[in-house]
Structure formats: structure tokens, C-alpha cells
């Protein structure tokens, strides 16, 4: 893995010096594609309008938990990024969870989903939360009890999966969900715009960044749709970060496959909204676009980048934030007497 990342960028940064003092657009648009309005397709989930509108009121619904105060979009707050602001989530019982919560926003285009990649989809990753200890300490049986105990979800499943005897199940619950997060795209950067042939989308010190961002080789791990979040690298490819970064407990997809060239291997994150995304990396340790700039280039680069260099790329990092989805909070359909109780605990 080590090789083949070094490789990578050793390729990365030989073509940057290729077009050197050239227009910086042009390679550009080679190397990142820009997010389009329109929703992306979703593979084994057709979507539909009623699919959509029911997953947006299960992704708010903290029925799905059984504590019933956890929803979501309590650690993928729309409201701030897609994600909640804390170093790593905290759930059921105030649990502190092991991870940052990566932002839902254009997560669609993630090759897969969590820090080691081991959802391979949205809906695989809708299921996991919902189950996990840590963070809903549910289980299907109670989430299909609790939703068929409500009267107003039956409908609503009906029409978000038409045709099927029984559409409230464990299974849908997560399509639903996945058809709604798909919207959740962030289009019309102002590096979109640039992609798209404005050059004046940035400013200047923007571009000086986007030179840097791939002069540097930061391209390597951090390119096409979502600047990221389509492979798997590891973490201290050049240079171990302090442990405090990157703890020694969390070996990333290595507890997945056993293997020993996944040590420390994680799924390079988008960049996309990364200026309003704090704090960074899978730890939630870094809480400054400056310094994460600065540990990605001495871990993962293997150099020190000036001062004017560093400033520049978090400038263009800036230009990544998109237009932020606009949703209306749903109101949802009220419990009633057959509906599960909460289990509220305090670990």
C-alpha cells in the first residue's frame, strides 16, 4: 500500500511540474470534476419523491434510537456542515464514540462510507449507527415495532415502496434514508464555478493555493468529484503523526482485514465544505485548517511547506464550500400508546 500510494504521488506531482507556470484551470480540470445540481443515481435504490420525503423524516426522527433523543442528524447536523462539531461523536448514554463523524454532505460520492470504507454504500452505512452500542443502541425488531406502532410512517412507506406486501421493514428504513441523503449535495463552490471555466471564482490567492494543492501532491489522496473520499491511504505515509492525531488504539482498515499493509490505513476524506467541517482527521484532534494543512504535509509529504504556501492552500480549501442544502424541519408522525418506550441510560 505504502509503494503503490508513494507512487501515486510521485506521478501526481511530476505532472503538476509538467504544466508548471501553464494555466492552473487546465489542470484543474483534469484532476477534480465539479458537483453537479442534480442527484445522483443511486445503485439497487431507485428513488422517488416519496422515498426522499421519507427518508428526510427518519434521517430527523430519534425513534429510531432507543433512547429516542439520537436522530442523524444529531452527529450529521444539517445545520452545521453535515456534521456535529465534537472531536468524535457522543451517544447513547454519553458515550464518547471512537471516531469524528465524517459530514453527510456529499457522501454520495464516497467510493464507501465511514473512515475505513466498511459500508459499501449509504444504506449499508444507515444500518450501522442505528445498531451500534455506542451510538443508537437499537436493533431492527424494536425499529420495525416502533415504526409500525405509529400510525402516520404506514402510509408513507406505501408510497416510498410501492407494490411490496409489507414495506415497513428494517431493510427500507435504510433505502429510505439513503434516497434522502443522495440529495444532500453541495453544489456551486466557488471552485465548482472555476471548474466550469469562471476563472475570477477565485481569487487570487485561491489559485496560488490550488497550485500548491497539487505542485505538493496533495492531489494524490485529494482529488476528482469530492476532492477525496475515493481511496484508501495511509495515515504517515512519510512521517508518523503524534499520537495524540492519530492514536495508537485505532488502526483503521486494518481491524477490518487483518492485514498488515492496512495499518493505519484510512479512507482519505472529501474536502469538500472542509472549512465549516472542524474539527479534522478520523481522531476529531485538529481543530484549524492551518494545522491540519501542516500535518498532512510533514505526514504524509514529507516536507514543510512556507508559510505563504500554507496560507495559500487553506485559502483554496476555502473555496470548497458549496450552497448548503435548505430543508424545512419535518414534522413527524406523533407516537401513541403501542409505541416502545425510551431506554435512557447513563453509562
Known amino acids: 500500500m505504502k509503494k503503490m500510494a508513494t507512487v501515486s504521488l510521485l506521478l501526481v506531482v511530476s505532472s503538476a511540474v509538467a504544466w508548471g507556470a501553464g494555466n492552473p484551470m487546465n489542470a484543474a480540470q483534469e484532476m477534480f470534476k465539479p458537483i453537479p445540481f442534480k442527484t445522483p443515481n443511486i445503485k439497487d435504490n431507485p ?10 423524516k427518519l434521517f430527523f426522527d430519534p425513534r429510531l434510537s432507543n433512547s429516542q433523543l439520537i436522530s442523524c442528524n444529531t452527529c450529521h447536523n444539517l445545520g452545521l456542515g453535515g456534521a456535529d462539531l465534537q472531536e468524535t461523536s457522543i451517544g447513547h448514554g454519553w458515550q464518547k464514540g471512537p471516531r469524528n463523524a465524517p459530514t453527510v454532505f456529499n457522501a454520495v460520492y464516497n467510493v464507501a462510507q465511514f473512515w ?20 443508537m443502541n437499537n436493533n431492527p425488531e424494536l425499529v420495525v415495532q416502533t415504526l409500525k406502532s405509529i400510525p402516520g410512517y404506514t402510509p408513507l412507506f406505501w408510497k416510498a415502496f410501492p407494490g411490496e406486501k409489507n414495506p415497513i421493514t428494517f431493510a427500507n428504513m435504510a433505502k429510505a434514508i439513503e434516497a434522502f441523503e443522495a440529495t444532500l449535495v453541495t453544489p456551486d463552490a466557488p471552485f465548482d464555478r472555476y471548474l466550469k471555466g469562471d476563472r475570477k471564482a477565485l ?5 496560488a493555493g490550488l497550485r ?8 494524490a489522496c485529494h482529488g476528482g468529484i469530492n476532492v477525496g473520499g475515493s481511496g484508501y491511504f495511509p495515515f504517515g505515509l512519510k512521517e508518523e503523526p503524534s499520537a495524540e ?43 484549524t485548517l492551518k494545522d491540519a494543512v501542516g500535518v498532512m504535509s510533514t505526514a504524509q509529504l ?4 512556507t508559510a505563504q504556501s500554507s496560507d495559500n492552500i487553506v485559502a483554496f ?18 407516537s401513541t400508546t403501542n409505541t416502545p418506550h425510551p431506554t435512557v441510560t447513563v453509562k
Open 47 to 56: 428513488s422517488n419523491p416519496a422515498k426522499v420525503d421519507l427518508g428526510m
Open 317 to 334: 480549501l476555502e473555496s470548497l464550500t458549496g450552497k448548503q442544502p435548505k430543508l424545512q424541519y419535518p414534522i413527524l408522525p406523533p
Open 245 to 287: 492525531v492519530r492514536p495508537a488504539n485505532d488502526m483503521g482498515r486494518f481491524k477490518l482485514t487483518n492485514t498488515e499493509k492496512d495499518k493505519f490505513v484510512f479512507r482519505a476524506p472529501s474536502l469538500r465544505n472542509v472549512a465549516i467541517t472542524q474539527p479534522y482527521f478520523h481522531s476529531g484532534r485538529v481543530w
Open 203 to 207: 481569487t487570487a490567492k485561491q489559485e
Open 212 to 219: 500548491a494543492f497539487i505542485d505538493n501532491g496533495c492531489v
Open 116 to 135: 475505513d470504507g466498511r459500508a459499501a454504500d449509504l444504506k449499508a452505512q444507515a444500518v450501522g449507527p442505528v445498531q451500534a452500542s455506542v451510538e
Open 302 to 305: 514529507g516536507i514543510n511547506l
